[in-house]
């Protein structure tokens, strides 16, 4: 059977959306998945985000790694499904929808710019041996390591990644890990990510970009509120209050676009 899919990137991240309101496609093959988001043998992407019914709010948001696992929440997926929940008739220009680590709000400014609120960060739940940043770990719907670096555009991301990813600490939950050039007194920095799951740098990361502000702001590197990252594939815009150690009203902007919709042979539910 065929299954209709779309392509949607923000700011590099690039998803394949698939409307499953129809329960039909088989989500419990992982292997079916990878393939999909295979960029030599499939449509390619960085993870595979279905849409789905929900009884109380817009819709859910199943969001797939590009090696088929299903962990964690995707920043720039959500603002990805956002549009595409748009395209589809399910929304105007906001929506309530349930996602992996809870429920999100999130809004559509224009046809080419979504935001999406984040859950709140507690700082103090975790334990920031360095409050000088040069390593910090935290939790945000994804688990993230920030690590402070002069100069990111010399990193061998994929390999220097890969060594703290499957290192001791880590290897059996896996974690994102943020390279970060910044300037003290400045609300811009450059950020690289190496992403669990895709298993090699990605062009953008979400949450990542949430985790990079947060710690920058805790650490008293950057003192405003409203930060923003510089990636690869492009900028984001982290906004949030903070009171003491506390997060909240925590927001991802940036841009998003369809780039083709297609049709591909497809697994589904006997």
């Given at each position: 059977?065929?299954?209709?899919?779309?392509?949607?990137?923000?700011?590099?991240?690039?998803?394949?959306?698939?409307?499953?309101?129809?329960?039909?496609?088989?989500?419990?093959?992982?292997?079916?998945?990878?393939?999909?988001?295979?960029?030599?043998?499939?449509?390619?992407?960085?993870?595979?985000?279905?849409?789905?019914?929900?009884?109380?709010?817009?819709?859910?948001?199943?969001?797939?790694?590009?090696?088929?696992?299903?962990?964690?929440?995707?920043?720039?997926?959500?603002?990805?499904?956002?549009?595409?929940?748009?395209?589809?008739?399910?929304?105007?220009?906001?929506?309530?929808?349930?996602?992996?680590?809870?429920?999100?709000?999130?809004?559509?400014?224009?046809?080419?710019?979504?935001?999406?609120?984040?859950?709140?960060?507690?700082?103090?739940?975790?334990?920031?041996?360095?409050?000088?940043?040069?390593?910090?770990?935290?939790?945000?719907?994804a688990p993230h390591l920030v690590i402070n670096s002069n100069d990111i555009?010399?990193?061998?991301?994929?390999?220097?990644?890969?060594?703290?990813?499957?290192?001791?600490?880590?290897?059996?939950?896996?974690?994102?890990?943020?390279?970060?050039?910044?300037?003290?007194?400045?609300?811009?920095?450059?950020?690289?990510?190496?992403?669990?799951?895709?298993?090699?740098?990605?062009?953008?990361?979400?949450?990542?970009?949430?985790?990079?502000?947060?710690?920058?702001?805790?650490?008293?590197?950057?003192?405003?509120?409203?930060?923003?990252?510089?990636?690869?594939?492009?900028?984001?815009?982290?906004?949030?209050?903070?009171?003491?150690?506390?997060?909240?009203?925590?927001?991802?902007?940036?841009?998003?676009?369809?780039?083709?919709?297609?049709?591909?042979?497809?697994?589904?539910?006997?």
């Open positions: 059977m065929k299954i209709q899919f779309y392509k949607y990137q923000g700011t590099g991240n690039d998803f394949v959306m698939v409307d499953n309101r129809g329960g039909n496609f088989n989500y419990n093959n992982a292997e079916f998945i990878s393939s999909i988001c295979d960029r030599r043998y499939g449509i390619g992407c960085d993870g595979l985000i279905l849409i789905e019914d929900n009884k109380d709010l817009d819709f859910t948001m199943k969001y797939f790694n590009s090696d088929g696992s299903e962990l964690g929440m995707c920043g720039n997926g959500a603002r990805c499904v956002t549009q595409f929940a748009k395209k589809l008739g399910i929304i105007n220009d906001s929506a309530i929808f349930q996602a992996s680590d809870g429920a999100h709000h999130a809004e559509i400014i224009d046809n080419n710019y979504v935001r999406v609120k984040m859950n709140d960060i507690d700082m103090s739940n975790y334990d920031l041996i360095d409050k000088n940043f040069d390593n910090i770990y935290l939790d945000n719907g555009d010399k990193i061998d991301v994929f390999n220097e990644g890969r060594k703290i990813r499957y290192g001791d600490k880590y290897k059996h939950e896996g974690v994102n890990i943020n390279f970060v050039e910044f300037t003290s007194n400045s609300s811009l920095c450059k950020v690289r990510t190496y992403e669990r799951g895709v298993e090699d740098e990605t062009l953008s990361c979400g949450t990542g970009a949430i985790a990079v502000a947060v710690v920058l702001n805790y650490s008293n590197i950057i003192n405003k509120e409203e930060i923003k990252i510089s990636m690869k594939g492009g900028n984001l815009k982290v906004s949030f209050n903070r009171v003491g150690d506390n997060f909240s009203n925590i927001w991802l902007s940036g841009a998003v676009s369809e780039i083709y919709k297609g049709e591909i042979n497809g697994d589904i539910k006997g």
